[in-house]
Each structure stands twice: as structure tokens, then as C-alpha cells.
């Protein structure tokens, strides 16, 4: 089945740890898309990559990094600066212009 | 600066009511609006897709209207099931970018 692989779906982070999120689609989409929600909110764009090897920050890319090394991958890394990362993570790709979206994860700080 | 603003937050109705949900956009100048629905815990699944020089979409007892002049999007869903409580997104391109600008969403509750 074609579709957008989130993992894990729930992570959870101790105080200045660095973790990865993973995101892996085989929709063969040259974009993909990492969001933020917030309870109550909409999303919020944190990275984006229209091609491999380049990706632009975002509205809230501070604390965040990512890499583009293949097509189908593009992981997100919440920093130690990233100073509230509590939050629904999301994943998208586009084909044309239509957004297709992972399961997200759920990350949590402990 | 693009701001979505979707009314009402929540809504719940009985069953087989007809109803609309709300969007409405301050930039006109989009290049297309997409609705999505969102179950809790999950991603979003995208419902329908209107372009900038569309009108409307439908796909089975969904329909989506688009008034680009008025800032204004509607989606209206037909003989409400319970199995249509979820949250409903809406969502303005305004460019090829691929960004996408989100409302707050409307959590739907469709009561049996």
C-alpha cells in the first residue's frame, strides 16, 4: 500500500535530549512537509523540502533541524533548544498540490 | 499576513441533519482551499480540494463551495452519520509552495 510512515507514534523525551522522528513515503512525492499542532490550534509549519538535498525553515523551525538525503525520507530532530516540544508532530507529502498526511506522533517531555 | 478562521469550534447535532461548516480567509488571493477531517489521535485525511477558479467540489455527501471575493468557504455535509464526528480543517494555499495555512478546525459531534 502507498502511503506516508510515521514513527514512532508516541515519543516520549527527557529534558536535553535530542530526538528523531521519522517520516518515509512511497508515494514517489518530491515534497514533504513537517507540521505542529497544538491542542485546540491548527498546524504550523516547522520545515519543508520540495526536492532532495534542500529544505527551508518554516514559521517555527527554531529547535528543530531536518535532512532530505533521500526522496523518500525526511526526519525531523527536536533539539535541546527547542524549549516546548510537547506536541502532535505531522508529516505530509504533496502530489500537485494536494497534501497527504502520515498518523503523526505524539511527542511528550518527561 | 493570510489568517483562517473557522466557526464554530464545536458543534453537535442528531443524526440525519443536514449541515455547514464555516471558513473564512483574510488574503483572497489564494491558489486553491482544502478541507480535511481528523479523527483524535490521527492524522489528516483530505476531503476535497477546491482550485482558485473553482466554484465547488463534491464527493459523495460532501460539498465544498469556495467564494474567493468574500474570503469565505463552505463545507456542507449531508444526512450527518455518527461515523462523521471528527474534526473538520480547512486549510488556504497561497502559492505553488505547498504551504498550507490551517484554521483551528470545528469538532463535529453527530449524536445517534
Known amino acids: 500500500d502507498g502511503g506516508i510512515t510515521q514513527s514512532p507514534k508516541y515519543l516520549f523525551r527527557k529534558e536535553g535530549q535530542n530526538v528523531t522522528l521519522s517520516c518515509e513515503q512511497n508515494l514517489n512525492h518530491d515534497a514533504m512537509y513537517w507540521y505542529r499542532q497544538d491542542p485546540g490550534q491548527g498546524l504550523r509549519l516547522i520545515y519543508y523540502?520540495?526536492?532532495?538535498?534542500?529544505?527551508q525553515k518554516g514559521d517555527i523551525a527554531e529547535g528543530y533541524s531536518v535532512s532530505r538525503e533521500k526522496k523518500e525520507s525526511f526526519p525531523l530532530t527536536v533539539t535541546s533548544a527547542q524549549k516546548n516540544p510537547t506536541a502532535f508532530y505531522l508529516c505530509a507529502s504533496f502530489r500537485n498540490t494536494e497534501a497527504f498526511f502520515g498518523q503523526g506522533t505524539r511527542l511528550t517531555v518527561v | 499576513k493570510q489568517e483562517v478562521t473557522q466557526i464554530p469550534a464545536a458543534l453537535s447535532v442528531p443524526e440525519g441533519e443536514n449541515l455547514v461548516l464555516n471558513c473564512s480567509f483574510t488574503?483572497?488571493?489564494?491558489?486553491?482551499l482544502q478541507w480535511f477531517r481528523q479523527d483524535p489521535g490521527k492524522g489528516l485525511t483530505s476531503l476535497l480540494l477546491?482550485?482558485?477558479?473553482?466554484r465547488e467540489q463534491t464527493s459523495g455527501r460532501l460539498n465544498a463551495s469556495l467564494d474567493k471575493s468574500s474570503g469565505r468557504s463552505t463545507l456542507y455535509i449531508a444526512a450527518s452519520q455518527p461515523g462523521d464526528s471528527a474534526t473538520y480543517l480547512c486549510?488556504?494555499?497561497?502559492?505553488?509552495?505547498?504551504?498550507?495555512?490551517f484554521g483551528s478546525g470545528t469538532r463535529l459531534l453527530v449524536r445517534p
Open positions: 486549510a488556504v494555499m497561497m502559492d505553488s509552495s505547498y504551504k498550507l495555512i
Open positions: 477546491i482550485q482558485s477558479s473553482q
Open positions: 523540502s520540495q526536492i532532495v538535498n534542500d529544505f
Open positions: 488574503d483572497s488571493a489564494i491558489y486553491n
